[in-house]
């Protein structure tokens, strides 16, 4: 007897260290906060491992337990300062049970971090004499005189790891990675002891999990060639192809490591649904309701050829249109294209009834740059203004595209580039003629390292030369406005108007930003000033004609992207034409 109370007196008054113990009362609920963190980012860190904070609703069963947590808390505290370099950091927590809520406060002494003092490489096997020298620690990130920081050393060694790779090591490693720690000078020796292991040739691929694929179609999206020495930054790049044809849900390439100068490929691929049913809604106030539907098949006669369809009917515009893409037209990385389309657009600058298609060549030159150039066909028939005419146009369409944006739908950094320019001749009326280009800029800027906070911008720019306005198809011509363009206005409704219909200008000039913040993982809010203009000059300037558009959105995040609700308004509205606002609802961001 005499034992339990001596027990239960010594667990009551144990201290936890850098805690002060207190009377235990009835309610154990608690508020806690963090102090002395040395950056923004580290105390939304300290957060987030934290037990004491993320566990606060979970009311402790005793003081025990809440003792616990903070103990725990103070220890993690000090793993994530020292894997940021701050090792002689000190961390203490002061509970006051006193008051009630109880206050749980941790305070952080972090002191200043350690900085390196050295890095060091050391093959612990010879390297080919041909080989390069060892890559400068610089390169990998790692400098002297900044602070040690895990997550550097760490990044450090997967590109020591990769650099070697290039070079013809398809098995380096890293056995020991040593980090001397001297205490009294604040400072740290690092050294990373590397087996780059044999050097290999590319051997043959051995490809496993086709089922209705022709092998010979993986052969031509390989980026290397047998015989060659290893490279793998190649082994990527083939990763990214196959990925990007939609045929495989799972693509894995490994070297294998067999006695032969030659090591094997192991290419293992899981198979996609090699057809897709797609559906779509869209609506605008200034376009009513959009409704969309497609097919495709990526696998015709088992070679990776695409054949899809498209029908889409809406308010403003009715249509079908197909293509057929062949992979590997005379060289990997192009791929021919024919297009088709019959199209209808009721709009208040013109009505249009269209045919036409074209044939082209994509050449993907990299995961960021591609380019297609091409000869097309179209019969337009378009009315405005009570006057219409028949065109048979001939044109040239090359485009550029480049891009670095992390995202199809919600990109959080990176630029996008476009650049077309296509020449127009009528071959039934020859002195129609004209030159037209285009230019889209749009850039994504992370204002926060939790990227939650983004700021998008977006510029475009356009010219048509060679002709007078009269001369130029009204369908052809510049117009500004609508959601992916001006919000606020009606869709292409910016540009010269005789009476209140629009007639399309020769130029165009456009600019958006917007800021897009997400509160939760599935809601987000933005807000975002337009503005454009498609004057009748070819060089467009900001003047009286240039509008404005202006609002607030909300964004629900789907696996898919983003759903976008937005409304707008004009700022320099134009009464016979502008409505007081307009509403935008579609699948992705507005750029």
Known sequence: MHFLVAAFFLFQTAKVPGVEPASPEPSLAYEASIRGAPSEAMLNTLRMVSDTLTLRRQIPASHAHLRRRIARDIEGFREVLHSEGYYGAEVRAELDEDVRPIRVRFVIEPGEPYLISSVTIEPLEALDPQAPDLPDPAALGLRVGEPLRARAVLDAESRLLDTVREWGYPFPNVPEREVIVDHAIQQAEVTFYLEPGPRRRFGPARITGLTDIDESFVHAMLEWTEGDWFKGSLLEETQHKLHRTRLFSVVRIEPID?????APMAIELVERQHRTISAGLRYHTDTGVDFMTSWEHRNIQALGRR??????????????GGSFRIPHYRRADQVLVFEGEARRRDLDAYLSRRVGGVTAIERIVSDRLSGRIGVAYRLDRVEQKGVTNTYHLVSLPVSIAWTTADDRLDPTEGTRVTLSAEPF?????????????????????????????????RTRLGMIVGAGRGSIPPDERFYAGGGGSVRGYPYRTISPLIGDVPI???????????????????????VFVDGGTAPEPIFPKIDSDYRVGAGVGARYYTPIGPLRLDVAVPLNRRSEVDSSFEIYVSLGQAF
């Open 425 to 457: 001749m009528d071959v039934v009326d020859l002195d129609t003629s004209f030159f037209k280009t285009e230019t889209s800029v749009s850039h994504y800027l992370s204002i926060t390292e939790s990227r939650d906070l983004i700021l998008a911008l």
């Open 307 to 320: 054949l899809s369809a498209d029908l889409g009917f809406g308010q403003t515009e009715q249509g079908v």
């Open 504 to 526: 399309g200008g020769r130029s165009l000039f456009e600019t958006s930003v917007e800021l897009r913040k997400k509160i939760t993982e599935t809601l987000g809010v933005v």
């Open 258 to 262: 067999e006695v032969s100068e030659f």
